[in-house]
């Protein structure tokens, strides 16, 4: 079950992932690159805090 925090989570990458493929492809591929690393850092951040969330409970 996705909660409203993992929904952000997910909508954050997917926005950072289009406007990297946007600045790949239109404005500058070095940006672009730039861009596209924030993904799996923001996808990692959001399972990290998930951990912590449930380690907590338990």
């Keep these: 079950m996705l909660l409203k925090s993992d929904y952000f989570i997910l909508s954050a990458a997917l926005i ?11 404005v500058d591929p ?3 690159l730039f861009v596209g690393i ?6 990692g951040f959001g399972a990290y805090f998930k951990i912590l969330k449930y380690r907590s409970k338990s």
């Design 16 to 26: 950072s992932m289009v406007l990297s493929i946007y600045l790949w492809f239109g």
């Design 30 to 32: 070095d940006a672009g």
């Design 38 to 43: 924030w993904v799996p850092s923001i996808l």
